[in-house]
């Protein structure tokens, strides 16, 4: 039996019409707890550089987000 989802909440970045591009931040977390974070305008080379981090020793986890 499939499970039906719940519907996503809605964010206001969909809803502006003067943005041209959108941005991806992605954040670096290292094991020691410190944090980095680059902003990019493509998501293609925002993941790319978070597996590339992933792969280090030293990294705990990355992600990318869509900010503003």
Do not use: C, I
Request: a positive charge; aromatic letters at 8%; zero cysteines.
């Amino acid at each position: 039996m499939a499970k039906t989802k719940t519907p996503r909440k809605h964010t206001k970045l969909g809803k502006d019409k003067r943005r041209k591009h959108k941005h991806w931040q992605v954040t670096v977390f290292y094991k020691d707890g410190e944090r980095f974070a680059r902003v990019y305008t493509d998501r293609a080379k925002a993941s790319k550089f978070a597996e590339r981090q992933r792969k280090s020793p030293v990294v705990k986890t990355a992600r990318v987000l869509q900010v503003g």
